[in-house]
């Protein structure tokens, strides 16, 4: 969240803060700031295709996702999933959690069923008036209705491969769940089932069936904290762990659909082949920044998650990457299965102490990669997306460079896909392409630190 703090606050970050979960001093300090940013006025899309046509004076910006790479035809549904075991964390009146998730995977004669829009239409009205890391972009100038992913919602899922192997995804904090969709439609168009979380009261919005949006309560949350270290140490671990807890909540559910069930709590019919179709004895679990945190803890305190991979995410309690207070237990323990570590440009288990822990203690197999040229944002879809809102918006150029660093989008993207599924093929599939073994010239970008 450290991007987010820089856009909302105008306060310069010091060297290499980071993490989704990060929430520095100067946050907590100009609330007020934070204030006005979140009262921009919710602008509703008008939907239809998206379109990277120049934008005029009146013309909302639109932007288009990269189409996956894989052989298969990409389907999705949304879960409404009720854990009634346990109340809100954020909420006291909530007497349960609730979740939604979207479940992507592989799918036949998909062209049938329309395209999934990466925001619903509450949670892109919403968007404007609750995203802090705008990234110097006027959100209201934009259109977030009208952006499709390359699922489609409803289509068949393809089984001829046998059971499928799983893979969960954590997203940034204060990112919502569909802010990835580039790799999730990727992993899927690969022949995996991705299932991507939205943490409720976390995100900027979320939309429930009914047309029901609740939106964030976390910078709420730290307001009140005040400036007590102390106290901000127990937030973060409080946002940890309901992460987590999210998380072993939605693999239990994953175990009921894997046997047949229907986990939806409005029991909404699910694509055909969906139950059933997902081995529960392969899932694997990634996430980008605070997301990566989450994904390592997750599967440390898991052992139903078979591999894991970080995007750049901090694994300690604490403001900067530097700094070595209140490591995870994932980061002192160490974690027994394959791990992949990928940091943006000088993030690295050299410079990032709660990294340099969590290589020293794991016994499973273990890499540290750096993407060269990047930053934290390079792992969500503003990769692609934010070069084109620039353009449209006529932003200063700057403003893609300061956001997502020196490396190409296309490049950027191409390498996170080829990465990562390297990683999930080869511990959930047992297939490998030799790609974690070295330095590729195919992939220039991609630095080996260990």
Same mark, same amino acid.
């Given at each position: ?50 379109? +990277? %046509?120049? %934008? ?17 035809? +990409? ?45 619903? %239409? ?119 762990? +309901?992460?987590?807890? $999210?998380?072993? #909540? ?15 709590? $409005? ?37 139903? !998650? ?18 070595? %207070? ?80 020196? !490396? ?15 990683? #999930? ?20 970008? +991609?630095?080996?630190?260990?």
């Amino acid at each position: 969240m450290s991007a987010m703090i820089e856009a909302v606050t105008g306060t310069p970050r010091r060297r290499r803060p980071r993490s989704g979960l990060v929430l520095a001093a100067a946050l907590l300090t100009t609330m007020g700031v934070v204030g006005t940013a979140g009262a921009a006025s919710a602008q509703p899309g008008t939907g239809g295709p998206a379109t +990277v %046509a120049a %934008a005029g004076p009146t013309q909302q910006a639109r932007v288009a996702l990269p189409a996956p790479s894989g052989p298969h035809q +990409v389907g999705t549904v949304s879960l409404h999933l009720t854990d009634t075991s346990r109340p809100d964390p954020w909420v006291a009146t909530q007497p349960y959690r609730e979740l939604m998730v979207s479940i992507r995977y592989p799918a036949r004669d998909a062209d049938r069923y329309p395209l999934a829009p990466q925001l619903t %239409a509450g949670e892109a009205a919403a968007f404007p008036g609750q995203y802090l890391n705008a990234n110097g972009v006027p959100l209201d100038q934009v259109d977030w209705s009208a952006t499709l992913t390359h699922a489609h919602q409803g289509a068949p899922v393809d089984r001829r491969g046998g059971p499928l192997p799983v893979v969960l995804y954590s997203p940034g904090a204060g990112d919502p769940r569909s802010l990835n969709s580039t790799l999730a439609d990727d992993l899927a168009s690969r022949g995996y089932v991705v299932v991507t979380i939205d943490h409720t009261y976390e995100a900027p919005a979320v939309e429930f069936p009914g047309h029901r949006v609740v939106t964030s309560v976390l910078l709420d949350q730290f307001g009140q904290v005040g400036n007590d270290p102390a106290k901000i140490t127990a937030l973060l671990k409080k946002v940890v762990g +309901v992460r987590v807890a $999210d998380t072993r #909540f939605v693999l239990d559910q994953l175990d009921a659909l894997a046997a047949g069930q229907n986990p939806d709590a $409005d029991h909404q019919q699910l694509p055909k082949g969906l139950a059933g179709a997902l081995d529960p004895n392969r899932i694997g679990m990634f996430g980008q920044s605070g997301g990566g945190f989450t994904a390592t803890q997750a599967m440390h305190d898991d052992p139903r !998650i078979k591999a894991a991979a970080d995007l750049d995410g901090l694994l300690g309690y604490v403001g900067d990457n530097n700094d070595p %207070a209140n490591p995870s237990t994932a980061a002192t323990d160490g974690v027994d299965r394959p791990m992949l570590l990928m940091g943006s440009q000088g993030d690295d288990i050299h410079t990032n102490p709660s990294w340099d822990a969590l290589w020293n203690h794991s016994t499973g197999w273990h890499r540290d990669l750096t993407l060269c040229g990047s930053t934290e944002t390079t792992y969500t879809d503003k990769e692609s997306m934010l070069p084109q809102i620039v353009r449209q918006l006529n932003l200063p150029p700057v403003t893609v460079t300061k956001a997502l660093g020196t !490396i190409a989008p296309t490049r950027a993207v191409a390498e996170q896909r080829a990465y990562l599924a390297s990683f #999930f093929d080869r511990w959930l599939r047992g297939t490998d392409d030799h790609l974690l073994d070295g330095p590729s010239a195919a992939h220039p970008d +991609v630095e080996f630190v260990q």
